[in-house]
């Protein structure tokens, strides 16, 4: 797993997303899996994005394990390209699709960040799951989806079909429902809404 936390925008924020990214990283540490976390260090030397791009180019071509790629913060949509705000210059989707490799490794990227919906057009392919947090680049206000998809997937009451364990799409379940019961608690109208692609169309459905 990589974990890139984007730039915190104001200081409300910075808090939110670096509890967000320690579940992923107690999930991976749970599983015994790798995590690298990018964007919470204090190292100036090199822009996250350039880190971003050396960590990707770094993978043994021969490496056959699945890599989830967890992206974490504020996003922008200029009505043409789509972006995850980082420290420094921005990721845009289009090069994180030439940086993934496109191999018969199981990818599954998750974008946590307002404005992600047109992820799913620029990164859906064969063997890829890509999870939105918003259906359109033009779903612009902060999203929450990110932080009930971090707890729900080291969550044994989201494991749906009780074999212990919580899939990829049963967080996505019920982060989806957590993301809603929120703003109907608070009697706010819904501004983000989460998809899920893992067949190549390019569409992203709806839990």
Known sequence: IVVVVGTEGSEEYGPQFRSWAQRWNDVARRSELTCVTIGLDDD?????????????????????????????????FDGKVAKLNLRGPDVAAAELNEWIPRDERPVALLNCTSCSGPFVAELSAPGRVIVTATKSGHEYNFARFGDYLSQTIGDPRADLDKDEQTSLLEAFVAASARTREFYEADARLLTEHALLDDNGDKLGTPA
Do not use: C, M, N, Y
Not at 55 to 64: S, V
């Open 44 to 76: 100036k030397a090199q822009s996250d994005h350039d880190r971003l791009r050396e960590w990707f180019g770094q993978r043994p071509a021969d490496d056959r394990r699945p890599l989830w790629v967890v992206l974490i913060g504020h996003g922008t």
